[in-house]
């Protein structure tokens, strides 16, 4: 960063403070919180390296699992899928999950920087902070996962079901990426330190992406994870992808447990069960941290 870049950060800070200043007095929190997407969104333009950074972290995940995985891990699955129609949902899902954690390093920067301060200066809604992050990370996802289709249609992976259902299948993950981020949300409130909030999350969820069918088939884990991978609700999300996208080649109807059996039902229960206790935990985290 130049010092003509370290120099305008103020003048921007206090244009973005006037544009939502610039939403009504007494309007709704979602009215406020679509004008603090937009200066969410605006942040992104100034600092675009976080951007392609999102952008091309999915991409070479494609590319290694496709091309130096896939000759190996590809002999393994059944039914006659090929690689690439397994692993790209399984890709949408921990890509979208891990662009969801941005909604808890986005909060805990601003709370540490002073931002949130500002905010509570002006007259809006003080749900218009979280709905505007939640909303501007929801939008940024919708980018990403253009990026990944392109990518995945360029490796070999191909839709062959109904376009409602594909529509379905795509609104099922950005779904699922909404609700995660209310829960990365209060997360990010609670640590409060960007750097704290980056370190915890990877621990969590980066192995609980790699314990579910995103890569490999879970029969060929050991029996305790293969349990994990059951009840994983990353799992049945991206079952849920897979059966919506047709790539699930011959394969009979699963068997077993609850969700391996009915994993659209599981994933939409996890999905609204996340949001009915994270909402109202993220606004009174939220409350509290702006008050001290």
């Keep these: 960063m130049t010092a003509t ?28 919180g679509l004008v603090v997407a937009k200066r969410n969104l605006l942040k992104i333009r100034r600092v675009p390296d976080v951007l392609v950074g999102t952008l091309i972290s999915p991409i070479m995940f494609i590319i290694l699992f496709r091309y130096v995985f896939g000759g190996a891990i590809g002999a393994q699955i059944p039914g006659g899928v090929s690689y690439a129609e397994y692993l790209i949902p399984g890709i949408f899902a921990q890509t979208v999950i891990f662009g969801a954690t941005v909604t808890g390093s986005g909060l805990a920067e601003d709370m540490q920087k002073g931002i949130i301060d500002r905010f509570r200066s002006l007259p809006m809604s003080r749900m ?14 919708v980018l990403v996962t253009i990026i990944m289709t392109a990518t995945g249609l360029l490796v070999g992976w191909r839709i062959t079901s109904s376009i409602p259902q594909a529509a379905a299948g795509f609104a099922l993950l950005l ?4 609700a995660f981020s209310w829960v990365m949300a209060y997360v990010g409130l609670l640590l409060r330190a960007p750097e704290s909030f980056n370190q915890i999350s990877f621990i969590v969820i980066f192995p609980l992406t790699f314990i579910a069918n995103t890569f490999v088939p879970p029969e060929t884990f050991p029996a305790a994870l293969r349990t994990v991978a059951e009840w994983n609700p990353i799992s049945t999300m991206v079952a849920s992808t897979r059966n919506l996208f047709g790539n699930t080649g011959t394969l009979p109807a699963p068997t077993g447990s609850l969700p391996i059996e009915h994993p659209t039902l ?5 999905i609204g069960i996340a949001l009915a206790i994270f ?7 939220f409350s509290r941290a702006t008050s001290r």
Aim: no cysteine; hydrophobic share 45%.
């Design 128 to 141: 218009a902070v979280l709905v505007g992050r939640t909303t501007s990370d929801l939008l940024t996802n």
């Design 175 to 178: 779904l699922f990426a909404y």
């Design 5 to 32: 870049d370290r120099a305008s950060e103020p003048a921007q800070a206090a244009r973005d403070d006037e544009m939502v200043s610039e939403a009504p007095r007494g309007s709704h929190a979602v009215l406020d």
């Design 279 to 285: 909402v109202p935990l993220a606004t009174r985290q």
């Design 266 to 270: 599981y994933t939409l229960a996890w």
